[in-house]
């Protein structure tokens, strides 16, 4: 861990510096229910020094001012040290938001390969020539947007910060990150990292805080682009917060991903993946599968083989190499899970596996992998991302039913479906209304693979070039080749 990290401080630009307000955020670890670490909280005046840092960054010695080759260097000296630090930011992560420090230790790796392939990538993307007429010559620069706000949730922090940091420096913007108030900790850490690597004053700077702090950034003139990850309520706050200065704005928000099983597909394997995709980081993923369509034939048997695989996952603190899943993030994440399984049940779904907190574990935010039969896909607990372990289960007698219970849905984020047929695959894949399809495996998520949702679940994509000309404005320049007198436009 880098020596300069100050949790009791702020980073702005290129300083260790004392919130304004003396404030700190109380970080409680999810297992116990207790405060294990104190944050610095930023407040406005502090949301003002960081802007002006950026800008000053954008304007100075950072951004256009540096070659790519430059900025590449320093994004794969970061990814170094995240490699280096991965299992002391994975224990600082897994403390925040109750992820099994196995999970955590794998997200930072995964961290480490999207700061290097954007490190990589920073001196591949160019501008192109138009030879729109042969007496001029025209192409375009990819200029950085300028000063980046990137609003992060609490499940993945430096993973999902990885995913923004990545392109907007690897193309010249200054970040200000702002955590989640719920897992400020892994942010500050890595800034201090940041450092260590060398970015100049300003290029990266760490605002902890509470949905103000963000709000305060969404609306900040000096802010050129937000780019959020969170539920889509935040997002179109940010969205009108924004429109000020018509901010550029890039979502990456929930989800409520269908999964659909037809009867001829490998179902060992299906099942397999279900499980995983449904409950794994306690299914506080965007992408979790938290509608399962099974054509009727196969129906009864993979709803009560998933029960089976639910009921056998064990939950327990994140700190026991034994567990599988750890708790809910917070009281109030598991207050939302406990009162779907409750709207379930009253909607009269069945309730195959999970449902109640797990025997002997009084304390904590911990609640049962949770698997229902026979909701209605229109009820609360099938339209509504519930970021809990909770998935419903749900028959389907054709190829067309299925497409069209997947689509009935305002998010559009990730789709899967298993099938023996390449044919149907494909057509089906053509009519899922979502970012990401995948047929026989779930979100194989990849620095490579554009990410992001249609409808609610989105705007823009991160990943891969695409991600990095979000973070650029394209100039257009034009030069005339010609010497001749052009004619007098208002000459007799
Ligand atoms: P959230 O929307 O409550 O908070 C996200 C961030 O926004 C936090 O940092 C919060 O402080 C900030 N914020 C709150 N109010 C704000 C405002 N008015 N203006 C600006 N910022 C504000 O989301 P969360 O509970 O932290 O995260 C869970 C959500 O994130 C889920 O919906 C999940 O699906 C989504 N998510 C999406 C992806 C993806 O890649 N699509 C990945 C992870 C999580």
């Given at each position: 861990m880098s020596e300069s990290v100050r949790f009791d401080r702020l980073f702005i630009g290129g300083e260790w510096v004392a919130p304004h307000s003396g404030a700190q955020i109380s970080s409680i670890d999810p297992s116990t229910e207790e405060v294990w670490t104190q944050v610095a909280m930023a407040d406005a005046v502090d949301v003002e020094a960081a802007v002006s840092a950026a800008r000053a960054a954008v304007e100075g010695k950072w951004g256009r001012a540096t070659s790519p080759t430059q900025r590449g260097a320093l994004l794969a000296k970061l990814a170094e040290l995240v490699r280096r630090d991965a299992k002391r930011l994975a224990e600082i992560e897994s403390r925040d938001n109750g992820k099994p420090l196995k999970d955590t230790v794998g997200e930072m790796a995964r961290a480490g390969d999207w700061l290097n392939f954007f490190a990589g990538a920073a001196d591949k993307l160019n501008g192109e020539q138009i030879p729109y007429h042969p007496d001029m010559l025209a192409y375009t620069r990819l200029e950085p947007v300028g000063v980046v706000a990137a609003i992060m949730p609490w499940n993945s922090p430096i993973l999902l910060a990885s995913w923004k940091l990545g392109p907007a420096l690897a193309t010249g913007n200054a970040v200000i990150l702002k955590p989640s108030e719920y897992t400020p900790t892994s942010m500050v850490a890595l800034a201090a990292l940041a450092e260590e690597a060398g970015?100049?004053?300003?290029a990266v700077n760490v605002l902890p805080g509470g949905g103000d702090v963000g709000a305060m950034l969404a609306a900040h003139p000096g802010v050129n682009k937000v780019s959020f990850t969170g539920s889509q309520g935040t997002a179109t706050r940010i969205m009108q917060a924004a429109a000020g200065n018509l901010k550029r704005c890039a979502f990456e928000c929930g989800g409520k991903s269908p999964f659909i099983v037809f009867a001829d597909a490998d179902l060992e394997r299906a099942l397999r993946i279900a499980v995983g995709s449904a409950f794994r980081s306690t299914g506080q993923s965007c992408s979790a599968a938290s509608r399962i369509f099974v054509e009727r034939p196969v129906y009864e048997q993979f709803a009560a083989s998933l029960a089976e695989r639910a009921s056998r996952i064990r939950v327990g603190s994140q700190f026991d190499p034994l567990t599988h899943i750890g708790p809910q993030t917070s009281q109030m994440q598991l207050d939302k899970t406990q009162s779907y399984i409750a709207l379930g049940l009253e909607a009269g779904a069945e309730l195959l596996a999970g449902g109640k907190r797990?025997?002997?574990?009084?304390?904590?935010?911990y609640i049962e992998p949770t698997v229902f039969a026979g909701?209605?896909?229109?009820?609360r607990l099938a339209q509504e991302?519930?970021?809990?372990p909770v998935t419903a289960v749900m028959p389907f007698d054709s190829e067309d039913e299925a497409i069209s219970l997947a689509n009935d849905t305002s998010y559009g984020l990730v789709g899967g479906l298993w099938t023996s047929d390449v044919t149907r695959a494909h057509r089906v894949a053509a009519r899922i209304d979502s970012g990401l399809v995948s047929v026989n495996t779930f979100r194989p998520v990849h620095y490579m693979l554009p990410y992001g949702g249609y409808k609610l679940s989105g705007l823009g994509r991160e990943n891969g070039f695409e991600a990095m000309r979000a973070f650029t404005e394209t100039k257009a320049v034009v030069v005339d080749l010609t010497t001749a007198m052009p004619a007098d436009p208002f000459g007799d």
């Open positions: 970015f100049p004053p300003g797990p025997d002997g574990l009084e304390r904590g935010y909701a209605d896909n229109r009820s991302e519930i970021f809990g």
